[in-house]
């Protein structure tokens, strides 16, 4: 069981800043990872689509033999985890919106916290419901404030490798100018592709605001369940493997993939879903 | 059968440029729109993936009982126009790429044509094959220049609606400044989405180049084949009927819809592909 590897899906490419740091905390795990490059983005769908292909997602994964599913996917993660619990009660799923929420609460001093995301995920108010959440458990009185602002243009920005150029700083300007006014101290980078932007991103916000990479807090929280479940894998003296499944074959996913993993995507295997079944 | 319905699909959203030139030219024509939103984009997916879901738009279409089916997606048409018609052989299906050759074809005086597109329908080569046979059978001699350049970002930024801002204008200079500087005449608009970008392109390539817009072009020819097949709607009196089919329900689609087609897409239904076979 504990030899087992850890199932991880994204619509996409961004998924892959999630393993990345996953691979960095827990070298020894087989990683298997599922980008659903047939249908990506999920950024900008429907509550119920996103619910539907995050499902099918998750059951290929389970297909593989894994012993915990990471929903590397903001989008899903806001969408689609209570169905994934539902669909799968036994199996342990990791999504993001908790980790980061959790996070973004540990990071602020002042109460005052933005969040950056896709259409889909801010629409969702998840961030927004599950910080109030999570300042509710820890007790501590007074006013809580959370700016959020979706940024639909820095995914296709990041796909295009547009990660420092004068373009990506006049749309991050238009995105980040009202939260920075609003003196915020801490901003959830609540999608898996706004950590390649980071630089462009802390310029805009200054020194004084403290980005949260919901990517890191969720491999963290990966890390924490598996010690915590017993369900680490130990007994290896071998890094973990690596398998990578794709739903689309476009050559751009390895070039993409490079930036986003810090390494190739060996055994990249072509996958059908949804009209397979 | 004259009165049945013309059927029109897109990935999405920017095939409604094309329902717009269809509804000007033929008044009197209904129509049945198609836009696979819960698939969405095509450009920058593989050629397997996008003829799968142009046979399954062209399924769904032929099921409403539509006597002629237009690709109004440039990516379907440079991928899928051979498969669509040896699965569908009696169906007149009309593409953009040919309308937009034999426009370009016309329009210059130099030879030296530009063709901007998605990374798919550029990664194809089709519309630089399709211009060079046009030119071949017209039997003028002489050499031909065709230089292309896949806009990545353009659709992005047109369903954001940046299509007049100062982001926009970076990024049309990033992509155009290179086809400029090589003296075309011509440009192609090979892309939906780029005829709402006209202002700044144009702009920048300047008045001695002519913009070809495949939407009108494939329009234009949408009208002369239904004429020259005796398949007009010349009998009806009052203006034809409009309905509009999503495959995902996400509320941007009407909000943006209205910028590509002039009016509202009143009667929206949501269908399923794909997993619904």
Same mark, same amino acid.
């Given at each position: 069981?504990n030899?087992?590897p ?10 892959l800043?999630?393993?990345r ?17 047939a ?6 769908k429907s ?11 998750a ?17 899903a ?5 209570? $169905?994934?619990? @539902? /669909?799968f009660?036994?199996m342990? #799923? %990791?999504?993001?919106?908790? *980790?980061?929420?959790?996070?973004? =609460? ?6 005052r916290i ?10 969702s ?10 300042? $509710?458990?820890? @007790? /501590?009185a007074?006013?809580?404030? #959370? %700016?959020?602002q979706?940024? *639909?243009?820095f995914?296709?920005? =990041? ?7 004068e ?16 003196g915020?101290?801490?901003l ?33 929280e ?16 071998a ?7 794709v ?14 993993l810090?390494h ?14």
């Amino acid at each position: 069981m504990n030899s087992l590897p850890i199932g991880i899906f994204d619509s996409g490419v961004g998924g892959l800043t999630v393993m990345r740091e996953v691979r960095r905390l827990l070298p020894a795990e087989h990683l298997v990872y599922l980008g659903d490059t047939a249908r990506v983005p999920y950024g900008n769908k429907s509550h119920a689509t996103v619910s539907r292909y995050a499902v099918e997602d998750a059951q290929f994964l389970i297909g593989k033999g894994v012993k915990m599913i990471v929903v590397a996917c903001n989008t899903a993660s806001a969408f689609a985890a209570s $169905a994934l619990r @539902g /669909t799968f009660p036994g199996m342990p #799923i %990791l999504e993001m919106i908790g *980790p980061g929420a959790r996070a973004a =609460v540990a990071a602020t001093r002042n109460r005052r916290i933005g969040v950056i995301a896709t259409v889909g995920t801010i629409g969702s108010g998840a961030y927004e419901s599950r910080i109030r959440e999570v300042f $509710a458990a820890s @007790g /501590t009185a007074g006013e809580v404030e #959370i %700016l959020t602002q979706a940024c *639909p243009l820095f995914v296709p920005l =990041v796909e295009e490798g547009e990660l420092n150029s004068e373009i990506t700083r006049l749309v991050a300007l238009k995105y980040l100018t009202g939260l920075r006014e609003a003196g915020i101290d801490t901003l959830v980078l609540g999608c898996t592709h706004y950590p390649l932007l980071r630089t462009v991103i802390a310029d805009l916000m200054g020194p004084e605001v403290t980005l949260v990479d919901s990517a890191e807090s969720a491999a963290l929280e990966t890390a924490v369940l598996l010690r915590d479940r017993g369900m680490l894998n130990e007994s290896a003296q071998a890094p973990g493997a690596e398998s990578f499944h794709v739903t689309d074959a476009a050559p751009r996913f390895n070039q993409i993939a490079r930036t986003f993993l810090g390494h190739d995507t060996e055994q990249l295997e072509l996958v059908e879903l949804g009209s397979a079944g």
